[in-house]
Nanobody, 123 residues
Framework: QVQMVESGGGLVQAGGSLRLSCAAS????????MGWFREAPGKEREFVAA????????YYADSVKGRFTISRDNAKSTVSLQMNSLKAEDTAVYYC????????????????WGQGTQVTVSS
């Protein structure tokens, strides 16, 4: 499995921006599709964004499309999530995840998880 550590969370006002980063180690990073998920209090973990192994294709949840951008740097074994125009409803713990497959945009499709980073958006 690949191990991951997220960073970049924090408190931001509505309309602001944050950039989350995820550093991976352990296995060949470029063998994995990567995703971001989030979990708000009292809610199930939900898909946010994903990127293919080579970075040539991305996929977003409708709720973040046009506001969030996922990217990866295989040379540095990192994946990032640029979050703009943040809303109060984006408040959640954000998780980085790795998958050997592409196309399953749900938690069950991912094999390895980071510990999460808190994002709080004040309205």
């Amino acid at each position: 499995q690949v191990q991951m550590v997220e960073s970049g969370g924090g408190l931001v006002q509505a309309g602001g921006s944050l950039r989350l980063s995820c550093a991976a180690s352990g296995r060949t990073f470029s063998n994995y599709a990567m995703g971001w998920f989030r979990e708000a209090p009292g809610k199930e973990r939900e898909f946010v964004a994903a990127i293919r192994r080579s970075g040539d294709r991305t996929y977003y949840a409708d709720s973040v499309k046009g506001r969030f951008t996922i990217s990866r740097d295989n040379a540095k074994s990192t994946v990032s999530l640029q979050m703009n125009s943040l809303k109060a409803e984006d408040t959640a713990v954000y998780y980085c995840a790795a998958s050997t497959r592409w196309g399953i945009f749900a938690p069950a499709g991912y094999d390895s998880w980071g510990q999460g980073t808190q994002v709080t958006v004040s309205s």
